[in-house]
């Protein structure tokens, strides 16, 4: 059994300074090297599934099988304070998982002020204080948001649970991977909140997203307009406003993980 929790040699974000041609095209030569000797191969996402079965044929195209990370739990409703408008992301932001153009629009919905419903509270929760070596805290300052975003250091998993279960909505990035799904995906998902999702229009988290349905998905062909339109969407919902979608279901772990044990279950023990 061969598994790709992210892709082995299309992976873009692989820094340069551990690539060279020749490690490029040994790359190569061993992951179809592992193809051949593999009974099965389970990769996270179907998007990677079909890279591999356009790239490498028929050799491969039965082997193939889909196991997301899935949902780990799910929660009950958890009702969020009806004066305040909270947004929590939790994580890091790396790669291409740029929080500028939220934090633009975030300011421009801030200054409708008064005419707002609730408060904004946005929580960044997790390593959040800089962005590609530079710090965030001047730029939010500048866009007049110091009294309304808040950088939390690293929590407790189960105390970062509970700030995402009283949210009113999730805020995730997956900017510029296609192929793969941020792991944090199918937390928020189990928190049942409206998530905020920075992601590649076919990508395998907004076609994920679409799906399920409730939820905001910004692209890269999207500006400051229409991140500002779903805040206030957003805000113009009921506090309580969780969502129940059939598809989630599906997504939890155990109903995942029964793809690989049941191609276990089917397949002859080798000695």
């Given amino acids: 059994m061969l598994e790709f929790r992210d892709p082995w040699t299309d992976n873009t ?12 095209r040994l790359e190569i030569f061993l992951e179809r090297r592992c193809f051949s000797q593999s ?22 195209a039965n082997k193939v099988i889909v196991a997301r990370n899935g949902i780990p739990r799910t929660f009950p409703p ?27 629009a975030l300011a421009r919905v801030n200054a409708r002020g008064g005419t707002l419903s609730r408060r904004l509270d946005v929580q960044l929760v997790g390593d959040c204080r800089h962005f590609e070596g530079e710090a965030l805290a001047p730029k939010i300052a500048a866009l007049g948001l110091s ?37 944090k995906l199918y937390e ?10 920075f992601a590649d229009d ?33 805000l113009g919902r009921a506090s309580n406003n969780d969502i129940a979608s059939p598809a989630l279901a599906a997504l939890a772990t155990s109903i995942q993980m029964k793809t690989v044990t049941n191609w276990l279950e089917a397949t002859p023990a080798r000695v």
Avoid: C
């Avoid at 591999?52 to 028929?58: Q, S, V």
């Avoid at 958890?78 to 939220?102: E, H, I, K, M, Q």
């Avoid at 105390?159 to 990035?173: G, Q, T």
């Fill in 78 to 104: 958890t009702p969020s304070d009806a004066s305040r408008f909270t947004v929590v992301y939790a994580g890091t932001f790396y790669l291409r998982r740029d929080p500028n153009a939220f934090l633009t």
């Fill in 147 to 183: 009294d309304v975003v808040t950088f939390v250091d690293w929590l407790p998993h189960a105390e970062s649970v509970e700030l995402m279960r009283r949210a009113d909505m999730l805020l995730l990035f997956a900017q510029d991977q296609p192929l793969a799904v941020p792991n």
């Fill in 188 to 197: 928020y998902l189990g928190m049942g909140k409206p998530i905020l999702a």
């Fill in 202 to 234: 076919e990508g395998e988290t907004a076609l994920l997203l679409r799906d399920i349905g409730g939820h905001f998905v910004i692209t890269g062909t999207d500006g400051a307009d229409a991140i500002e339109k779903a805040l206030l969407d957003a």
């Fill in 39 to 60: 009974d099965v191969i389970v990769t996270v996402t179907s998007a990677y599934a079909d890279v591999l079965r356009a790239r490498h044929g028929p050799p491969i």
């Fill in 13 to 24: 974000y692989k820094p340069w300074f551990v690539r060279s041609f020749i490690s490029d």
